[in-house]
């Protein structure tokens, strides 16, 4: 319930703090940071979904081994 709150604070003072009549007016300074930000996230958003998508890769890969397995065993049971 505290993070709820906290979250809405939150979020109701970066709105208060855009609005450009109001007294802090960081409308300008947000979007400058946000200009300088974009490129920073993004590269780590591709590091994180490049891994994502190695990791898939290799669980899949796993998996194939892990049912190749398993219909092996199963063969040299029935026979």
């Known amino acids: 319930m505290i993070s709820i709150i906290l979250g809405v ?15 802090l007016n960081w409308g300008a300074d947000i979007i400058s940071f946000l200009k300088g930000f974009a490129p920073v996230v993004s590269v780590f958003l591709g590091l994180i979904c490049f891994f994502i998508g190695a990791a898939d890769i290799k669980d899949k890969k796993e998996a194939k081994q892990e049912e190749a397995a ?8 029935n026979d």
């Open 9 to 23: 604070l939150f979020i109701g003072f970066t709105v208060f703090a855009c609005l450009p009549m109001g007294p």
């Open 70 to 77: 398993m219909a092996a065993q199963e063969e040299s049971q």
